[in-house]
T-cell receptor, first 114, second 115 residues
Framework: GDSVTQMEGPVTLSEEAFLTINCTYT??????LFWYVQYPGEGLQLLLK?????DKGSNKGFEATYRKETTSFHLEKGSVQVSDSAVYFC?????????????FGKGITLSVRP | ETGVTQTPRHLVMGMTNKKSLKCEQH?????MYWYKQSAKKPLELMFV???????ENNSVPSRFSPECPNSSHLFLHLHTLQPEDSALYLC??????????????FGEGSWLTVV
């Protein structure tokens, strides 16, 4: 079945540090890939997505590239801010099956200190 | 504001109570979802509705009973829950349930505590 594996957390960084959060996936079809973010006390918000190989999703300074050869979708940001502190979820939506339901990773907590 | 509104935001209920969670989406979508988020576990899909018809029940215990009267509203009726059912329940919607690239939009969630 489909699965998403995220690096273990939590991650603590200083403001303006470079961020990489690893995500790899297993899917039987040709999935779309997503990063969702959950700020404290809130629901999940879509951060970015990519729907085919080599696509790059980007938003709010975050980027992730769909790498089919390594089945990865790592999230990066060049300079994090305190306001980026949140839980980040990698997810996929697979073409096989009737539903476009999302399969999520476990999430990773990012804390950015001033 | 994501266009998906959940009420109540917080709910405390006893194991013998009957309560309901409500979700409303203002996005013109046709598919709606219930997810469960527990501490230290991946989000779990519970139910999917497409055009008011249930298209997925992910082996959810019968003490959780969904209802979708129209494409804009989704309920989760709760009865005789267990303490381990305490979690954040997230409602979501998307254009439909078949588009691989469809974005799923989430509400802010309802925090449920079963005592």
């Amino acid at each position: 079945g489909d699965s998403v594996t995220q690096m273990e957390g939590p991650v603590t960084l200083s403001e303006e540090a470079f961020l990489t959060i690893n995500c790899t996936y297993t899917a039987t079809g040709y999935p779309s890939l997503f990063w969702y973010v959950q700020y404290p006390g809130e629901g999940l918000q879509l951060l970015l997505k990519a729907t085919k190989a080599d696509d790059k999703g980007s938003n709010k300074g975050f980027e992730a590239t769909y790498r089919k050869e390594t089945t990865s979708f790592h999230l990066e940001k060049g300079s994090v801010q305190v306001s980026d502190s949140a839980v980040y979820f990698c997810a996929l939506s697979d073409r096989t099956g009737a539903n476009s339901k999302l399969t999520f990773g476990k999430g990773i907590t990012l804390s950015v200190r001033p | 504001e994501t266009g998906v509104t959940q009420t109540p935001r917080h709910l405390v209920m006893g194991m013998t109570n009957k309560k309901s969670l409500k979700c409303e989406q203002h996005l013109g979508h046709n598919a709606m979802y219930w997810y469960k988020q527990s501490a230290k576990k991946p989000l779990e899909l519970m139910f999917v509705y497409n055009f008011k018809e249930q298209t997925e029940n992910n082996s959810v215990p019968s003490r959780f009973s969904p209802e979708c009267p129209n494409s804009s509203h989704l309920f989760l009726h709760l009865h005789t829950l267990q303490p381990e059912d305490s979690a954040l329940y997230l409602c979501a919607s998307s254009q439909d349930d078949r588009g691989i690239g469809n974005t799923i939009y989430f509400g802010e969630g309802s925090w449920l505590t079963v005592v």
